[in-house]
């Protein structure tokens, strides 16, 4: 089981980026998919999580209207449409896996120690 994130890199504050998290060894069709990201000096945070079951979405407070989160099966991937974005939003970001049903993603779908399998991260950097 291997996941792959990118699509990292520094921006200025407003702009967009697109993380990609591709998986390997699996089948993203089974599993819940979550973002999290890491700023310096700071705890692991859920960001967003997508359902395998009915695509249900997730969104870490901060981030609602801004992320959008998404799947594609078929290309095995999950993806994170980062807009408008702020300089607080600087972090390395990370995507994990568990499989559907062995949590209540309505409940822990943004904590990180809910999850199984983890990518390396992407650095996202916004600049003011």
């Known amino acids: 089981v291997q996941l792959q994130a990118s699509g990292g890199g520094l921006v200025p504050s407003g702009g967009s980026l697109k993380l990609s998290c591709v998986a390997s060894g699996f089948k993203l069709d089974y599993y819940v998919i979550g973002w999290f990201r890491q700023a310096p000096g700071k705890e692991r945070e859920g960001v967003s999580c997508i359902t395998n079951f009915d695509s249900s979405t997730y969104y870490l407070d901060s981030v609602k209207g801004r992320f959008t989160i998404s799947k594609d099966n078929a290309k095995n991937t999950v993806y994170l449409e980062l807009d408008d974005l702020k300089p607080e939003d600087t972090a390395v970001y990370y995507c994990?896996?568990?499989?559907?049903?062995?949590?209540?993603?309505?409940?822990?779908?943004?904590?990180?120690?809910?999850?199984?399998?983890w990518g390396q991260g992407t650095l996202v950097t916004v600049s003011s």
């Open positions: 994990g896996a568990v499989e559907d049903g062995q949590i209540s993603v309505a409940r822990y779908g943004l904590l990180p120690i809910a999850y199984k399998y």
